[in-house]
C-alpha cells in the first residue's frame, strides 16, 4: 500500500480488532555468502519474510505474517513442497526503508532461502526492489499497490496495483451499472488520487463513456468542494469517481454531493475502506469501492475455507492483509514447484514470471511489470456498512 493508505488501514485495524498480536518477528543466524545461484538442497526450503512488525504500521505486517505462519502450516502438514518441510525466517523491517534493505541483504546472504515474502509498505517495497534484482533473489509483496515501485524483475506483487482500481472502476461503471454520462473528481497534489482518475478516466474514453465533467482539488486533504461538486451536478453525470480517503470521502465529498443534489453513484478506490459516516448513513446508499478481499465473497470458493482455517488457527477473522500475504506463500510455492526438485532462485524468477495463479483474493496473470491483472472485489454501502457486490474479473 502507499504511504497513506498505510496508515490509514492501520487505524482501520486498531479499531476493528482485526490486527493480530503486536509482537515482532526477528531472524536468525543467516550466512554470509551469496546465494543467487545456488539449489535449495536439503530437506527444507526456507521463505524469508520482511514485514512491518513495529511501529505505527505494525497491524499490517502482523496480519501479512498470520496469513504467511497459517499457508505455511497447511503445506506442511500437506507433505511440504516437492516433499521438503518450509521454513518461515521472519524480519522486522520497522517501517523504515533502511532497515527493510539491510533485512533483505541478509535474507539474499543466506544461501538457503529461496524467495522473499514481503516487504510490507510501499516506501519498504521500493528500496527492496533494486535488491531483489542485484542479488537475483525473489520478492513477492503481498500489499504494496504504488506504480511507482520499479517491478517485473525479480520483484513481483500479490495485490494489484492503484492504476488498476481506476480501470476496473470505468468497467463497473460500463458494464454493470450501464451508466453513460461520469464525472471526476482528484486531489491533484496527491498521486494516488490523480493516478488512479486519470487510469479511470482513459478506460472510460476507451469503453465510450461521456466523461461530463472532470474537477479537481490542490490536495487529497481538502474538506470543501461544494463548488466542484455543483459544477459535476450541472454536468448531468450519472456516476462520480472520486478517489480520494475514507476520511475525506466519508465526513465530506460524499455529504456536500448530496447536499448540491447529485443522488447519482460515487465510486473510489481501496482508500475508502472504513470510511468516515455522518449520522445520516442514508446519504452513503449508491456507493460503492474497490477492493481486494472480502469475507463476504460468495462467488470464490477459497475465501470460505481460508475464512474457517485462519479462524482456527489465530481464533480470530482474517483481514485483507493476511488475505493477500496467504495468496503470496502460495504464489511462492507454486512457482517453486514448476521451477524443479533443487530449483536456483533464477529457476524460481522464471517459473513466477507470466504465471496464472487462482486464490482467495482472485484469479490473474501476472503481467510484464509483475503484478496481476485480476479480479477485483467491489463493495456496496448499504445502511452504512459495506457489503459485497460482485467482482469484477479482468478483461
Known amino acids: 500500500m502507499n504511504t497513506r493508505f498505510t496508515a490509514k488501514f492501520v487505524t482501520i485495524c486498531a479499531a ?3 490486527a493480530v498480536s503486536l509482537a515482532g518477528c526477528s531472524g536468525g543466524s543467516l550466512s554470509e555468502n551469496s546465494g543467487s545461484d545456488s539449489a535449495a538442497q536439503g530437506n527444507t526450503i526456507t521463505l524469508g519474510s520482511i514485514t512491518t512488525n513495529s511501529g505505527t504500521a505494525a497491524a499490517y505486517g502482523e496480519a501479512e ?3 504467511f505462519k497459517l499457508a505455511i502450516s497447511e503445506i506442511n502438514k500437506a507433505g511440504g513442497i516437492n ?7 521472519s524480519m522486522d523491517d520497522k517501517g523504515d526503508p533502511t532497515e527493510s534493505s539491510n533485512a533483505f541483504n541478509k535474507l539474499s546472504g543466506d544461501d538457503s532461502v529461496l524467495a522473499v515474502l514481503g516487504p510490507t509498505i510501499s516506501a519498504t517495497t521500493a528500496a527492496v526492489a533494486p535488491l531483489a534484482d542485484q542479488s537475483k533473489l525473489v520478492a513477492i509483496a503481498p500489499a504494496a499497490t504504488a506504480d511507482s515501485i520499479e517491478s517485473g524483475n525479480y520483484l513481483f506483487r500479490a495485490c494489484f496495483k492503484d492504476s488498476y482500481q481506476g480501470e476496473i472502476a470505468a468497467r463497473f461503471a460500463a458494464k454493470t ?3 453513460k454520462k461520469v464525472a471526476v473528481l482528484y486531489g ?4 494516488y488520487s490523480s493516478g488512479t482518475a486519470e487510469s479511470f478516466m ?4 476507451q469503453l465510450g463513456l ?3 465533467d472532470q474537477e479537481s482539488s490542490s490536495s487529497a486533504d481538502d474538506t470543501e468542494y461544494s463548488s466542484q461538486l455543483q459544477k459535476i451536478q450541472a454536468s448531468g453525470a450519472e456516476f462520480l469517481y472520486a478517489p480520494y480517503y475514507y476520511s475525506i470521502a466519508g465526513p465530506y465529498i460524499i455529504p456536500q454531493a448530496r447536499s448540491v443534489g447529485f443522488n447519482g453513484v460515487v465510486m473510489g478506490p ?3 475502506d472504513g470510511l468516515k459516516l455522518t449520522d445520516n448513513v442514508s446519504l452513503y446508499n449508491k456507493v460503492y469501492y474497490t477492493t481486494h478481499y472480502s469475507p463476504d465473497d460468495k462467488e470464490n470458493s477459497k475465501v470460505a475455507d481460508f475464512i474457517k482455517s485462519f479462524r482456527s488457527e489465530n481464533k480470530s477473522d482474517p483481514n485483507t492483509f493476511s488475505a493477500l500475504s496467504y495468496d503470496t506463500v502460495y504464489m511462492a510455492k507454486q512457482a517453486i514447484e514448476k521451477a524443479g526438485k533443487n530449483p536456483t532462485r533464477e529457476q524460481v524468477r522464471k517459473a513466477l514470471a507470466g504465471s496464472k495463479f487462482d486464490g482467495v483474493t482472485g484469479s490473474f496473470t501476472l503481467d510484464k511489470t509483475g503484478s496481476p491483472k485480476k479480479s477485483v472485489i467491489v463493495l456496496e454501502m448499504k445502511d452504512g456498512k459495506p457489503v459485497f457486490n460482485s467482482t469484477v474479473k479482468p478483461a
Not at 516433499?83 to 525466517?89: A, C, R, T
Not at 482513459?202 to 474514453?205: F, G, R
Open 202 to 205: 482513459k478506460e472510460a474514453k
Open 16 to 18: 476493528t480488532g482485526l
Open 270 to 272: 481501496d482508500g475508502y
Open 65 to 67: 505474517v498470520a496469513g
Open 83 to 89: 516433499g521438503k518441510k518450509v521454513k518461515l525466517e
Open 210 to 212: 461521456d466523461v461530463v
Open 177 to 179: 451499472l450501464k451508466v
Open 188 to 191: 491533484t497534489g496527491d498521486p
